[in-house]
């Protein structure tokens, strides 16, 4: 399953490299939606809001789940954690991938070394997307994860410590 799924590329991606494998895409954006790619058969996509997802599959139904870059755009992901929980099957995987929060100077500098040098839209734009990308830290997203139950098996920042991969066992 992979949650956020965009335009739906990688549900694409693993429908096709796996095809005895069912692959679901979950998404809300009309303007992904609309741009939508072609799945195969073994895939598709079910439009659904993260923030309070709706029981769409059975408990311990799922064999893993990809979060890429969804996180820091859900305005709390607990719902979608315990929901996650619910239908992963024991064992099963949650893999996230996300920015994470961050210091201003280091969020800033590495898009532009001297921010003196920008003007009042660039500036604008910056720092709304410095408050929508710097949401959790490494160590937020380790605790919802064990609050709901998930066991943190990998926990690996990279991007210079900007963003983080987590795998965690349901
Ligand atoms: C930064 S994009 C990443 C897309 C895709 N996972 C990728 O890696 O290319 C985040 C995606 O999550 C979707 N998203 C954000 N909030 C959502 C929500 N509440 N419910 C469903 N999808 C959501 C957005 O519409 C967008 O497609």
Redesign the pocket.
Known sequence: M??????G??AQTMAQRFPDLTTTG????PY?LERMVELPSNGRIVI????APSSLFLQDSIDTC?????IH??HQPILLFKQVKHWLKPGGRLILIDMVRQPLESYLTHKHPDATRLGRDQLEESFQHFLEHNRYTPEDLSFMLQHCGFKVEILEPFKKGRAVRIAATA
Do not use: Q, T, W
Request: glycine residues 8%; charged residues 20%; proline residues 0%.
């Open positions: 992979d949650l956020g799924a965009g335009i590329l990688f979950i998404e809300c954006a992904m659904d809001d993260l923030n990809m979060a890429n870059m969804l755009e859900l």
